[in-house]
């Protein structure tokens, strides 16, 4: 099965305490796929944090065009976390999909602790 690079940047919101030092997971669905749920380990300590933007390479399957994006947190440490966008970059086409959030995740501030969005 062909594999593609995957570039993934995750926006989180400049809001309020709106950062997360919880573990991260991300899925992606395509017209040809779909990923397992993927941890996105941080870079260092300032990832996730309020108002960043966190860069991810990721080396999955060939999932065609992205329809769907699941990003959630497993509330180990800071579970509030405001999730602006996840921006997609398919490394071989250069063909980019944006998947807006703007919503917490997290018990306390919305009852759940992952979303998913169309594109």
């Given at each position: 099965?062909?594999?593609?690079?995957?570039?993934?940047?995750?926006?989180?919101?400049?809001?309020?305490?709106?950062?997360?030092?919880?573990?991260?997971?991300?899925?992606?669905?395509?017209?040809?796929?779909?990923?397992?749920?993927?941890?996105?380990?941080?870079?260092?300590?300032?990832?996730?944090?309020?108002?960043?933007?966190?860069?991810?390479?990721?080396?999955?399957?060939?999932?065609?065009?992205?329809?769907?994006?699941?990003?959630?947190?497993?509330?180990?440490?800071?579970?509030?976390?405001?999730?602006?966008?996840?921006?997609v970059r398919?490394?071989?086409?250069?063909?980019?999909?944006?998947?807006?959030?703007?919503?917490?995740?997290?018990?306390?501030?919305?009852?759940?602790?992952?979303?998913?969005?169309?594109?």
């Amino acid at each position: 099965m062909k594999t593609n690079i995957y570039y993934l940047w995750v926006r989180t919101g400049d809001q309020p305490l709106g950062g997360t030092d919880s573990n991260v997971f991300v899925q992606l669905f395509g017209t040809q796929g779909q990923t397992e749920s993927l941890y996105l380990p941080p870079q260092d300590v300032f990832a996730f944090e309020q108002g960043s933007i966190d860069k991810f390479i990721l080396e999955v399957p060939d999932l065609g065009d992205l329809t769907r994006c699941c990003i959630g947190q497993d509330a180990t440490a800071d579970s509030g976390w405001y999730v602006e966008s996840v921006r997609v970059r398919d490394d071989e086409t250069s063909r980019e999909w944006l998947f807006t959030f703007n919503q917490w995740l997290g018990i306390e501030e919305a009852g759940t602790l992952s979303a998913c969005v169309e594109c």
